[in-house]
């Protein structure tokens, strides 16, 4: 039994399903159901006893206590967070009460009931923090990558509430003995992501014929993993990773994010041709960039590599054209997602950037 937070929403969807299709054991899943999560992601297992849906915050310790007593997890995999940067340079309240303060909250309650353990549970008990490269900063090109004791040096609101959350998890292994596990991870792609985040932006973007908005020249550098390769590692670190450290987790897949864009308006081209044709890369609009915008990421991921045998196994290219098929085939998905809510959200981080490019 694991207690996973989180589980609505993109990379903690993919994990549950993941879990639940290879039967390795019944999840609780907890998650506030804000804007990025999403019970349609879950329809699939919505009828499996393996698998127990909760409405809550990870802040609410009445809740979370009386679910650890229900259910008696072994472990807890903490996906929930705000987790938008551009969200975050708008508004970053949520970010500090769901990222901090709640992250704090669930190790509370957590640490109280694996004190209660019996000594052979306490022992074998974990709790997975999933965390972000964001927390390293900004590389130039030359740069080597991060690795596991690079500095923190968080540069937007939400990589420091990212940061700040990865500390406390840190302190209560140092200070109470919680054995705890982090992992940091590079830019995730997949079924299921908010399109509010690039890969799934130009898509929905290119395909309902809408500017497809490339923040300053395009040359930032991010490394992207599939989802199903993050839950892959998360799971080997689970199960065999040192409680009180960290892992990158990367994908060997660095782009600039103009090349990536083109190379996904060329899959779309090829799998549905624009109406009245051209290609979609005609609708790519350079617009004003987003302030404090890290160049670059990469992760050395040596670590994992040599301690647990893991590799990413999917190439960026064939995993760019299975999430390509994968939101073509599920248009109802992004239709349903992009409510209301989402052309506010639009209108508001494009509006005025659209205007003057
Ligand atoms: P997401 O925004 O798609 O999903 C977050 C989920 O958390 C949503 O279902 C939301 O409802 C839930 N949630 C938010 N606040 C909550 C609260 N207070 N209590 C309970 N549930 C709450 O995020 P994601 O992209 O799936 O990221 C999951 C985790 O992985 C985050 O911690 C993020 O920082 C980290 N991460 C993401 C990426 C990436 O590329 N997406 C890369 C590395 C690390
Ligand atoms: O590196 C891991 C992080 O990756 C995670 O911790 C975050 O939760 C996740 O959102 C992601 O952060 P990024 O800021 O790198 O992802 P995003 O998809 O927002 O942007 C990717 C790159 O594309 C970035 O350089 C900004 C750029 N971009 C993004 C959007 C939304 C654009 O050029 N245009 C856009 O419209």
């Not at 996906?79 to 949520?94: G, K, M, T």
């Not at 022992?123 to 130039?140: A, K, N, W």
């Not at 109470?176 to 995730?188: A, D, E, R």
Request: charged fraction near 20%; proline fraction near 5%; charge should be negative.
């Amino acid at each position: 039994m694991l207690l996973v937070t989180g589980g609505a929403g993109f990379i903690g969807s993919n994990f549950v399903l993941e879990r639940l299709r290879t039967t390795r054991g019944p999840v609780v899943n907890l998650d506030k159901l804000t804007y990025a999560g999403n019970l349609q992601n879950l329809a699939s297992v919505a009828g499996d006893p393996a698998h127990v849906f909760v409405k809550g915050d990870i802040a609410d310790v009445d809740l979370v206590t009386r679910l650890l007593k229900a259910h008696a997890p072994r472990a807890v995999v903490n996906f929930a967070a705000e987790s938008h940067v551009d969200r975050s340079i708008l508004d970053a309240d949520e970010f500090i009460q769901t990222n901090v303060v709640g992250t704090l909250r669930l190790l509370n309650a957590v640490t109280a009931y694996w004190r209660a353990l019996p000594s052979e549970q306490q022992r074998d008990f974990r709790f997975l923090h999933v965390s972000t490269d964001e927390v390293y900063g900004s590389l130039s090109v030359d740069d080597p990558p991060f690795r596991e004791t690079t500095p923190y040096a968080p540069n937007s609101p939400y990589a420091a509430s990212k940061a700040a959350s990865d500390h406390l998890v840190r302190s209560f292994h140092r200070t109470h003995g919680l054995p705890v596990l982090t992992t940091n991870c590079s830019n995730n792609y997949g079924p299921y992501q908010f399109p509010e985040k690039l890969i799934p932006l130009v898509i929905h973007h290119a395909l309902s014929g809408r500017a497809i908005p490339v923040y300053g020249s395009g040359a930032n550098i991010r490394d992207w993993l599939h989802v199903s390769d993050h839950c892959d590692a998360i799971n080997v670190v689970l199960e065999s990773g040192r409680p009180g450290e960290t892992y990158n987790i990367g994908g060997e897949s660095e782009m600039r994010n103009i090349d990536l864009v083109k190379t996904i308006c060329a899959i779309l081209d090829e799998k549905r041709p624009r109406a009245g044709g051209g290609s979609y890369a005609e609708q790519i609009t350079f617009v004003t960039d987003r302030p404090g915008h890290d160049q670059r990421y990469a992760i050395e991921a040596e670590k994992i590599r040599d301690e647990l045998n893991w590799r990413p196994k999917k190439s960026l290219e064939a995993g760019l054209r299975e999430t390509a098929a994968w939101y073509l085939d599920n248009s109802q998905w992004i239709d349903s997602v992009v409510s209301g809510a989402y052309r506010d959200w639009v209108a508001l981080q494009y509006g005025d950037r659209l205007a003057s490019a």
